[in-house]
């Protein structure tokens, strides 16, 4: 008498699932993984996107907004340049933000703030800080004029970094995951060209 066998059933793990279970330091490793750096970034501004901008809203509310893009963007331009041990995402961003707001702020008072209002882990020297704050610059110089001159680009950009679903996003804004994936690329390519040309 022949035993009856029972079929194997593949239990697939969902996506969204698996990248839900990471940490913030393997989510931070994910980022220029080809397959998985959209989901890897896109948790990683679920996570912490709003509590980033409650926080540059709290002490910088003229600048918040365009600081948070912009920290967000420099973070995906580093990540997605390769693998980094990232143990502390958050802080590391956080100090992004807080650079990007903290120059903000010079540039509308004409002066250098007090040293109280400094970040006490921002330990860079004068040459230093120079160079941060003309790639910072740059970055932000670099956004606007993708909003002038590629709005469509810069709507999908805008979409990744606000965490949209690629899906969603696309039927949003009326093209294909396809063309949304290409856009995107073509954006964050056109972002790295623009700065490293501002920077000579």
């Not at 997605?80 to 990007?100: D, H, K, S, V």
């Not at 949209?164 to 093209?175: F, H, K, M, T």
Request: proline share 4%; glycine share 6%; hydrophobic share 45%.
């Amino acid at each position: 008498m022949s035993e009856n066998v029972q079929p194997t059933v593949l239990h697939l793990a969902d996506p969204a699932e698996s990248v839900a279970s990471l940490t913030d330091a393997e989510l931070a490793a994910r980022v220029c993984s080809p397959s998985e750096g959209g989901r890897a970034f896109r948790e990683l501004y679920a996570r912490h996107g709003r509590d980033l901008l409650a926080m540059l809203m709290a002490r910088f509310p003229h600048c918040a907004e365009d600081a948070s893009q912009v920290a967000w963007l420099k973070a995906f331009e580093i990540l997605q340049a390769g693998p980094r041990e990232m143990p502390n995402f958050r802080g590391w961003l956080w100090t992004i933000a807080r650079n990007q707001a903290l120059d903000a702020v010079r540039r509308s008072r004409g002066a250098r703030l007090d040293a109280a209002e400094e970040p006490a882990d921002l330990a860079e020297t004068a040459l230093e800080q120079l160079a941060h704050g003309e790639r910072e610059q740059a970055m932000r110089d670099c956004v606007k004029q993708l909003r002038e001159q590629q709005p469509d680009h810069a709507a999908v950009v805008a979409a990744f970094l606000q965490g949209e679903e690629v899906v969603p996003a696309a039927a949003r804004l009326g093209i294909s995951r396809n063309n949304f994936d290409k856009r995107k690329q073509r954006a964050m390519q056109s972002l790295r060209v623009c700065v490293e040309g501002k920077l000579g």
